[in-house]
């Protein structure tokens, strides 16, 4: 059986999500929406290229223009949105309508709850808000770790991406919109912290971290939205949850440095008679010294699960590291983040997941997504004592 899919927003993740699709989605066509003609047309040709076919279709499309956006929407099996997330959740609405499936790539949380609120048992078809790397894939394989344990009573996840051959003295690239970066540096992140939900704020928590050469010492902090809504469906079952970020050593003390001077705040400031935002006028300075739209990548998830099996203490260990690509030109970020979002797609156009509205880490097993993983190629370390 083959299918239509379309993905909304051509940049770098809806780029990676076609790959997949056209690799293992049996795709019969895949439509490539973007605003943008002259990034769209080379993207589609790039696409078309690598998969040795015709499958991607441009289609030049203003998602703001709600009846040409579901001339396409009533075409396809499935979609992924990769376009902003305040769009999600009227996109949600035209999915259980019009019945098409759906992955997004979420940033946001409270949308991601909005989503799952219209949530129906009634539904046609399937929506799985916030997929990505962290929160997403990090999630998925938290769920996998804790398959591995009878009675899971703690869980601790660090994930990041990073350059390869860090600069000094940034030693980090950004290869995503500045602004998603000042976000996860910004208010606090929601964990469980003995049985309760409880908000932590950012850079707290600082710890160092061994993992395998060449990536070394790495260190972890607490950033904001990697966990989703996964604190809230299973605080029934977990004591702890915690998710950090990975960074090279120094980036934790150069990045709160600038959040203390009050550099990613958004509220105008007046500076001799002029308005200014702190974070435009931050990320103005900033974009040219971490910004880069391709760099040599490597993308790290660990996950530690902690709990009793066979009435003995346990714990199992997943890990996750990914490179950059030179045969496709596909970063780990890309691979980690757009991925993830296809594999949900295809499995929901499969019917292998459940009707509705379903958060990441209710809506397959860890066990599934590790099988769909392994079919990728990708690498993962398991180690249970």
Not at 179 to 206: M, T, W
Not at 230 to 247: C, D, G, M, V, Y
Not at 278 to 296: A, D, G, M, T
């Amino acid at each position: 059986m083959s299918y239509q899919y379309a993905i909304l927003g051509a940049g770098r993740q809806g780029y990676a999500a076609a790959y997949d699709l056209g690799k293992h989605g049996q795709a019969e066509k895949i439509y490539l929406a973007d605003i943008a003609p002259e990034s769209l047309n080379k993207e589609a040709t790039k696409l078309n290229d690598l998969l040795d076919s015709e499958l991607v279709e441009p289609i030049l499309l203003d998602i703001a223009d709600k009846s040409e956006l579901i001339k396409l929407l009533e075409k396809v099996d499935g979609i992924i949105s990769s376009v902003h997330f305040t769009y999600n959740l009227e996109l949600t609405k035209l999915a259980l309508e019009i019945g098409f499936n759906m992955t997004d790539l979420g940033g946001n949380t409270q949308v991601v709850r909005d989503q799952l609120s219209l949530n129906s048992n009634q539904a046609r078809s399937t929506v799985v808000p916030d997929c990505g790397m962290g929160p997403g894939m990090n999630v998925s394989l938290a769920t996998y770790a804790m398959s591995l344990v009878d009675e899971p009573r703690e869980v601790f996840i660090w994930d990041g991406g990073l350059p390869q051959n860090p600069e000094p003295p940034w030693n980090y690239k950004s290869t995503f919109n500045l602004d998603g970066l000042s976000n996860e540096y910004y208010g606090n992140a929601y964990f469980i912290q003995e049985g309760d939900i409880r908000e932590v704020p950012c850079f707290s928590k600082y710890e160092l971290l061994n993992f395998p050469e060449p990536l070394g010492k790495l260190e972890a902090f607490v950033t904001s939205g990697g966990l989703s809504t996964a604190p809230w469906s299973l605080q029934h079952r977990l004591k702890t949850l915690e998710n950090k970020t990975l960074r090279y050593p120094g980036h934790h003390a150069q990045f709160k440095a600038f959040s203390d001077l009050g550099l990613l705040e958004q509220s105008e400031v007046e500076i001799s008679g002029c308005k200014i935002k702190p974070r435009e006028f931050f990320h103005h300075l900033l974009k040219n010294k971490i910004y880069s739209p391709q760099v040599e990548d490597v993308g790290i998830i660990r996950v530690l699960c902690r709990g009793i099996s066979q009435g003995e203490p346990k714990q199992a260990r997943v890990e996750l590291i990914d490179y950059f690509n030179p045969e496709t030109g596909l970063t780990a970020m890309q691979k980690l983040t757009g991925w993830h979002a296809s594999i949900m797609l295809i499995l929901a156009v499969q019917d292998q997941l459940k009707k509705g509205v379903i958060s990441v880490e209710n809506a397959v097993s860890g066990e599934k997504i590790v099988e769909q993983l392994e079919l990728r190629g990708f690498n993962l370390s398991v180690k249970v004592k």
